[in-house]
T-cell receptor
Framework: NAGVTQTPKFQVLKTGQSMTLQCAQDMNHEYMSWYRQDPGMGLRLIHYSVGAGITDQGEVPNGYNVSRSTTEDFPLRLLSAAPSQTSVYFC????????????FGQGTRLTVV | RKEVEQDPGPFNVPEGATVAFNCTYSNSASQSFFWYRQDCRKEPKLLMSVYSSGNEDGRFTAQLNRASQYISLLIRDSKLSDSATYLCVVNLLLGGYNKLIFGAGTRLAVHP
């Protein structure tokens, strides 16, 4: 049971570099989301998608882009990395409609130097 | 003000102790409620849902007070393996879609 697969697990970037964090789920969930987790801040929503072709901004979207071309995949792109984007990133998926459990990927630890 | 607030802890308790965590939420439109557990350097995982009538799962009891916008988690007979961060989560229905809002978490350390 793959669930939510997130890659890479670790990444170091230089300021100004771009990269894409990959997220894939095999549960046919409509809803996918990206969070960042910083000490004392909890999980903050970056972007989310309620289905293929539909995305929207969360609480902290600046500096990040997303797309949802298929139900399974929801990549997160950092356009020009900044030290403030050093964080742990989690991808999650869940069904839409009613109380629903969110399943998380294992996280990406990103350091921007 | 944060939408979901929790005492960050840490709560340091001996094995066998009973410990309670509290959480408040600000949006009265919150639809459903959960407790997640997050181990160090791991992803969050669902511990239990929280129902208005209160619910129990083994040593864990969750309570919800909608009038006070308050959620609690009680852990009885604490085990070393309960050491983790406990995240309070509310589900908002916004624009027809569910959105999960996470608290910053309460850290629990159970010692021998």
């Amino acid at each position: 049971n793959a669930g939510v697969t997130q890659t890479p697990k670790f990444q170091v970037l230089k300021t100004g570099q771009s990269m894409t964090l990959q997220c894939a789920q095999d549960m046919n969930h409509e809803y996918m989301s990206w969070y960042r987790q910083d000490p004392g801040m909890g999980l903050r929503l970056i972007h989310y998608s309620v289905g293929a072709g539909i995305t929207d901004q969360g609480e902290v979207p600046n500096g990040y882009n997303v797309s949802r071309s298929t139900t399974e995949d929801f990549p997160l792109r950092l356009l020009s990395a900044a030290p403030s984007q050093t964080s742990v990133y989690f991808c999650a998926s869940s069904r839409q409609g009613g109380p629903t459990e969110a399943f998380f990927g294992q996280g990406t630890r990103l350091t921007v130097v | 003000r944060k939408e979901v607030e929790q005492d960050p802890g840490p709560f340091n308790v001996p094995e066998g102790a009973t410990v309670a965590f509290n959480c408040t939420y600000s949006n009265s439109a919150s639809q459903s409620f959960f407790w997640y557990r997050q181990d160090c350097r791991k992803e969050p995982k669902l511990l239990m849902s929280v129902y208005s009538s209160g619910n129990e799962d083994g040593r864990f009891t969750a309570q919800l007070n909608r009038a006070s916008q308050y959620i609690s988690l009680l852990i009885r007979d604490s085990k070393l393996s309960d050491s983790a961060t406990y995240l309070c989560v509310v589900n908002l229905l916004l624009g027809g879609y569910n959105k999960l809002i996470f608290g910053a978490g309460t850290r629990l350390a159970v010692h021998p």
